[in-house]
């Protein structure tokens, strides 16, 4: 089987309205599809597509937290400061590798959301 790449990362909430708002206007990531029918939403990540989806209003069951993307970022360290000050909260970061910086912070549900920067630069 051959891999070309990321279609998506995938997690559930319990709340479509507030989870679309938390990375629309928190991590101002842009809305490019929701379907209220299906308590789906989608949002661009340039290489890759982070979608939310809620099965309590779908399937009938609780959402399982799960799963973390790593979003790219010029600067982890402003990153984490600015999400701090928004109320986020920080898991970790940032910590210094030889090739790259990285964080972490939670969204309202409980998901981890990956924060990192490549020190070549290079992004996907």
Request: aromatic content about 10%; cysteine-free.
């Given at each position: 089987m051959q891999i070309?790449?990321?279609d998506f990362v995938c997690y559930e909430v319990?709340?479509?309205?507030?989870?679309?708002?938390?990375?629309?206007?928190?991590?101002?990531?842009?809305?490019t599809w929701r379907m209220d029918e299906f308590q789906f939403?989608?949002?661009?990540?340039r290489q890759t597509t982070l979608s939310i989806y809620n099965p309590l209003k779908v399937?009938?069951?609780?959402?399982?937290?799960?799963?973390?993307?790593?979003?790219?970022?010029p600067n982890v360290h402003d990153a984490l400061l600015e999400l701090?000050?928004?109320?986020?909260?920080?898991?970790?970061?940032p910590v210094d590798s030889p090739v790259c910086e990285m964080g972490?912070?939670?969204?309202p549900f409980g998901n981890r959301i990956g924060l990192h920067h490549r020190k070549d630069g290079s992004v996907g």
């Open positions: 070309n790449g990321t319990s709340d479509l309205d507030k989870a679309v708002d938390f990375y629309q206007n928190v991590l101002g990531l842009e809305l939403a989608e949002f661009d990540l399937e009938g069951r609780e959402p399982s937290p799960g799963g973390m993307v790593f979003i790219a970022v701090k000050e928004k109320g986020v909260t920080v898991l970790f970061g972490g912070v939670l969204d």
